[in-house]
């Protein structure tokens, strides 16, 4: 019976402590909502990723880490100490491409088009791990408009040469 009327007694003192007044109304807690991660600074890259330069290769900016080698009419190449990984990621992300050809030490984009550009430019870009460096190759694909209607003498005439392939003007080499 002592052992019933402890149990009792302790019952009835944790009801009192945990007793409040009625007219105390529960408190709503509020939590504020849970935000986006904070977006990366303008100046501030992911690790790996290369940063656009102001050296352009037919429309294409070369990344700052890479120099410019050679460029002629056609043809262009650029040199750097980046991951060709990255110059990869690079280049899908300026250009527009259906496919890539992958080789032992080599990556090629065959015919793609630079996105938002309006003139169509047609380039092949091959991208070459050399060890240390990687080499960037942008050849220029779009060809010149086939002009229409033209006979074959004025054909001739506008590449400079005589219907047998002879040079029309022999001084002029160009």
């Not at 032992?104 to 060890?131: H, K, N, Y």
Request: aromatic content about 4%; glycine content about 6%; overall charge neutral.
């Amino acid at each position: 019976m002592r052992r019933w009327a402890w149990s009792d007694a302790s019952l009835l003192i944790l009801l009192a402590a945990c007793d409040r007044p009625r007219s105390a109304e529960p408190k709503l807690v509020t939590v504020p909502p849970v935000s986006a991660p904070a977006p990366t600074s303008p100046d501030r890259l992911p690790p790996g990723e290369l940063l656009e330069g102001e050296e352009r290769v037919f429309g294409l900016p070369i990344p700052r880490d890479m120099k410019l080698e050679s460029f002629t009419r056609r043809t262009a190449e650029a040199k750097g100490r980046v991951r060709p990984e990255a110059l990869g990621d690079y280049l899908r992300q300026r250009v527009l491409v259906n496919h890539v050809e992958m080789a032992e030490r080599r990556l090629v984009f065959p015919r793609v088009q630079l996105r938002g550009d309006q003139s169509a430019t047609i380039l092949q870009l091959e991208v070459v791990d050399d060890g240390l460096e990687t080499r960037l190759l942008v050849r220029n694909l779009t060809g010149a408009v086939p002009l229409e209607g033209l006979s074959d003498e004025e054909r001739w005439k506008r590449a400079g040469l005589k219907r047998g392939g002879q040079l029309i003007d022999p001084q002029n080499w160009e």
